[in-house]
């Protein structure tokens, strides 16, 4: 189990062609700035005189790429990075990506961020005709889908729209083939976010406009949904929508404006940081309360608690010291070790919080084990009265597009109501943001939202596709 009962990023993309052999360090570097989507595994592939190289491994991005690595990366103007949060398939180097995929006539490298959710589908087909498989990962399925369609076509681009017109789900790809070009291919639906970026030496393709601007490229505009991208030499080639209809119900993922992205990045025409202080807003809005201080719980909840307090007028305040060492995906076997892994990583600032009533702003609640320590933590130190909301709706459907949410029968609100929930956290009230709220925060976003892991509407079963016929 893992310190946190949080929801769990999805990966990172990361892709750049240049005019110059910059790629592998600026790819490195946009994976550093990319780290909060995925924390497990991370790899840089780089397209070297028609061939591919590459490095991947588990770790951190610093971890993977701390040494000698870099040498036999070091040449080529065209790469392609990861970082992974495992959704399918277990935590090993043959799960993390980029994975490459050698065909006929060539070599791809494809990065994935999303969730395919007719892969088994895809690989059982595949593996009936001759090809095989090393790792267990949906995105290894990808790109071997992408090898086998480009075989068929002759050639890379109308292959890669072939092989994305069989794929269902969430996908947000960037793809370098050793025919010197980088594609970026959005899923019709657009759940998971992509982006394009230019300076004088070429385009960088990112899941998050904060890695572009890490990487000095001028962010130009979102991919679109169902838009596939190709980059060569320098040069944009080809840009424009080209795969299938959107699902009903679906669209961008709310959820990375609640948590996934960095609060720096813009999304689809919404800054983060905007969206989760409107939250904050909204919330004060529809959850007023009598109380002397507002505090977020860190990091994502920290714009939201200052949007509760601007609109409020309770003054903000600091409530924790937050221990930056401890990473997410640590790993601890015992209930006990996990109790003070939350201490550990979060500790009460007495001196702000003592003889308050605090509001306690946080951005969800899975389990609810994390919110009952943390309001236990809060009284444990002085806290008079903590009222506790939530910059999300309750969750209560688990997610077929990237987002690790625990089973159903674990999320509390699936078998609490609110008062319950509130009573098993040891609130002294509780507020969670309504649908109608959230969407309202984030109006400025330019696309429709899925929302089906509060709503369980629009929860689609793969259709069987044939690619053989
Ligand atoms: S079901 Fe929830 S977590 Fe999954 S893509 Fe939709 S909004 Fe995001």
Redesign the pocket.
């Known amino acids: 189990m893992r310190i946190e009962d949080k929801?769990n990023e999805e990966c990172a993309v990361f892709g750049v062609s240049l005019t110059t052999d910059e790629a592998v360090g600026l790819t490195y570097n946009g994976l550093l700035s990319l780290q909060h989507r995925g924390q497990e595994g991370a790899g840089i592939a780089v397209v070297d005189d028609n061939n591919i190289l590459y490095h991947k491994d588990v770790g951190l991005v610093s971890e993977v790429f701390c040494g000698g690595e870099f040498k036999n990366l070091s040449k080529g103007r065209i790469a392609v990075g990861h970082t992974r949060y495992s959704t399918t398939g277990n935590n090993k180097r043959e799960n993390v990506g980029p994975f490459i995929t050698e065909y006929l006539t060539g070599r791809i490298a494809t990065a994935h961020n999303g969730n395919i959710t007719n892969a088994l589908d895809l690989r059982h087909q595949l593996k009936e005709n001759g090809l095989y498989f090393h790792a267990t990962s949906d995105s290894e399925v990808v790109s071997s889908l992408i090898a086998y369609c480009i075989t068929k076509e002759q050639n890379t681009v109308l292959g890669v729209v072939k092989a994305a017109d069989f794929l269902q789900g969430?996908f947000s790809l960037v793809i370098a083939s050793g025919d010197n070009k980088l594609i970026a291919v959005r899923d019709p639906n657009g759940?998971?976010p992509l982006c394009i970026g230019q300076n004088g030496i070429g385009y960088a393709i990112a899941s998050e406009s904060c890695a572009l601007e890490a990487c000095g490229f001028e962010f130009i505009r979102d991919v679109l949904p169902g838009e596939i991208i190709v980059v060569e030499n320098g040069s944009l080639t080809h840009q424009g929508v080209r795969l299938g209809k959107k699902d009903d119900g679906?669209g961008l993922?709310?959820?990375?404006y609640v948590y996934f992205a960095r609060p720096d990045s813009v999304i689809d025409g919404l800054s983060i940081y905007e969206a989760r202080h409107n939250m904050g807003t909204v919330l004060a809005e529809e959850y007023p309360v009598e109380a002397d201080i507002v505090c977020g719980v860190p990091d994502s909840g920290l714009e939201a608690a200052s949007g509760y307090s601007a609109q409020s007028g309770i003054p903000l305040v600091s409530g924790f010291v937050k221990n930056r060492y401890i990473g997410r995906s640590f790993i601890y076997p015992t209930q006990s070790q996990r109790d003070s892994a939350v201490r550990l990583k979060l500790n009460p600032l007495t001196t702000n919080i003592q003889g308050k009533r605090i509001v306690l702003v946080d951005d969800s609640i899975v389990r609810g084990t994390t919110s009952e320590k943390i309001v236990r933590s809060l009284k444990n130190a002085g806290a008079k009265e903590v009222h506790v909301r939530i910059s999300s709706p309750p969750?209560r459907?688990?997610?077929?597009?990237?987002?690790d949410?625990d089973s159903e029968e674990n999320l509390i609100a699936n078998h609490m109501d609110i008062n319950e929930i509130r009573h098993k956290i040891g609130a002294d009230s509780l507020g969670y943001i309504s649908i109608e709220g959230l969407k309202r925060a984030c109006g400025k976003c330019v696309l429709p939202?899925?929302?089906?892991?509060?709503t369980g509407h629009?929860?689609s079963m793969p259709r069987k596709k044939d690619i053989f016929e």
């Open positions: 929801l969430a759940f998971r679906h993922c709310i959820f990375e969750f459907h688990t997610c077929h597009y990237g987002t949410i939202f899925c929302t089906s892991c509060f629009g929860e």
